[in-house]
């Protein structure tokens, strides 16, 4: 899985010298040594892609800053460091639903779209990195929801993979009764998993949170109302099991490959260890499951943006150019295991024979959607945890249409505050 792929000398340049955009970074000035700052969760494969940088542009060195894994404790160094307007951060590694709030604060520069080839890369990933018609940042990495399943117990009873709800419940409802393992499982914990689970629930029953531009909650009730259903559903029956209220990604993940789960819903990197696990090859991957169809996952991900208070403006953006490039992207597969963003590489035959998941993953990015974007994520993303908990959690009194409304209300004073 970190095998490098040979390449030419050629390809270690940065785009900008074909020429190709080039008069667009005029506008930006300094050049010299600069930092990269990006999640430790992400790193481990990073430093010989920068060190091939660094060879080929010794008086433009890039160093790697490492900021704790937990998203939040990354937003909240990043956010200290450019309220105090420090120039110590340059190229910034931000998650895709800070796009908005860091745009908004003016802590990052807008860039020209002729700069990057943006019309190769997959669309939904190109609208993470714009905010109000505007491109903030350039699309890195890319995530999208798969929903994990047994195959060898769904042949065993005949089933074919679910695409609707109503199929993934009487599927794992009979996996759980007649192997006593848990049906189905996502990250339930209230904290940012939770509210992605919600939304992608939302939008598999066709509605969404927020309207693109992130100005206005266009929650339709009966939508929200039959997502919320289907995950409260799960625990009051049974088979979505009672302990993964307190899982997140790496609980669901270990549950699944431990044999523990019939389904699981997880991000790619859930692949790779479980084909050396207690389920390597008795598991696949499917399209996360809809009301009446396959589903709609949340885009995850990363994208690379310039701090507003860099003093090596035009090396930061070269380095993003190149960065983002066609090869050092799929060096980000190969070397990193995590979803390019290029659209070609999912078509690779090669890359397909070593990362099977790559087709499915393909159309879950294509049919995904955005986080709500706005510039008060945070709030927005705690008032849907916490509502989304408190139903899900025994013994189930609240009402759902009461939970709708309420939640409905907050996001609406939140936008309002905006």
Aim: proline share 7%; hydrophobic share 40%; glycine share 8%.
């Amino acid at each position: 899985m970190r095998r490098l792929i040979p390449i030419a000398l050629a390809v270690l340049l940065p785009v900008g010298c074909t020429g190709v955009g080039a008069q667009e970074t005029e506008r930006f000035g300094g050049t010299g040594p600069f930092t990269l700052v990006i999640g430790r969760d992400t790193t481990a494969y990073l430093q010989p892609l920068l060190d091939r940088w660094n060879q080929t542009h010794p008086g433009e060195r890039v160093t790697l800053l490492e900021l704790p894994e937990a998203a939040d404790e990354q937003r909240a160094q990043m956010v200290a460091n450019l309220q105090a307007k420090s120039d110590r951060y340059d190229v910034l590694g931000l998650d895709v639903v800070w796009t908005a709030e860091f745009a908004d604060a003016g802590w990052i520069l807008p860039l020209e779209r002729g700069m990057f080839q943006l019309d190769r890369f997959l669309p939904p990933v190109v609208d993470t990195a714009v905010y109000r018609g505007k491109l903030w940042a350039v699309p890195y990495t890319s995530n999208a929801g798969l929903l994990y399943y047994r195959k060898d117990l769904l042949a065993k009873q005949g089933f074919k993979p679910p695409k609707t709800w109503e199929e993934l419940r009487e599927q794992a409802s009979a996996l759980h009764e007649k192997y006593g393992i848990g049906g189905y499982a996502g990250q339930f914990l209230a904290y940012e998993g939770l509210t992605v689970n919600f939304a992608e629930a939302v939008q598999s029953a066709g509605g969404r949170i927020l309207s693109p531009d992130g100005t206005k909650v266009t929650m339709d009730s009966a939508k929200a109302k039959a997502g919320l259903d289907f995950l409260v559903g799960g625990f009051r029956e049974g088979w979505i099991p009672p302990e993964s209220l307190s899982f997140k990604e790496e609980e669901s993940r270990l549950a699944f490959q431990e044999g523990r789960l019939a389904f699981a819903r997880n991000w790619p990197h859930a692949y790779g260890p479980a084909t050396d696990s207690a389920v390597a090859n008795k598991f696949a991957v499917t399209r996360l499951p809809g009301l009446n169809g396959p589903g709609s996952s949340s885009l995850g991900g990363v994208n690379l943006a310039l701090s507003a208070y860099s003093k090596k403006q035009k090396s930061a953006v070269e380095f993003i150019r190149y960065f983002t490039g066609l090869e050092n992207q799929r060096r980000v597969l190969t070397d990193g295991s995590f979803p390019p963003v290029w659209a070609e590489l999912y078509d690779d035959p090669a890359l397909i024979k070593r990362f099977p998941y790559l087709p499915v993953l393909k159309q879950s990015i294509l049919s995904a959607q955005p986080r709500p974007a706005s510039a008060n994520y945070n709030q927005v993303s705690l008032v849907i945890a916490s509502a989304v908990s408190n139903a899900l959690t025994p013994p189930f009194e609240e009402a759902g249409d009461d939970i709708i409304a309420s939640m409905k209300g907050q996001l609406n004073e939140i936008i309002r505050a905006q």
